[in-house]
């Protein structure tokens, strides 16, 4: 139950959807391409993301100083009862 709050959380805020989108429209994305894209400033753009990342939306790889976000995709397992 609480990871499903934390989820319903996160997308509780207009931002964090925009930023969701845009992500996946463009498939990764730095932090420098979000920044200038979305018109925000680091620190903001930085908290809603680790709020993104925190709830199991986004997939985060560094490369060199950079770090590149993508969307987390999710292996569903099928239960036979």
Known sequence: ?????????????????????????????CVCDLQVSLEMIQSRLSRHLKILKDAGFLRVERKGTWAYYSIRTLTVFAVKL
């Open 1 to 29: 139950m609480e990871v499903f709050l934390k989820s319903i959380s996160a997308l509780n805020d207009e931002t964090r959807v925009l930023i969701l989108r845009f992500i996946d429209v463009h498939s990764e994305c």
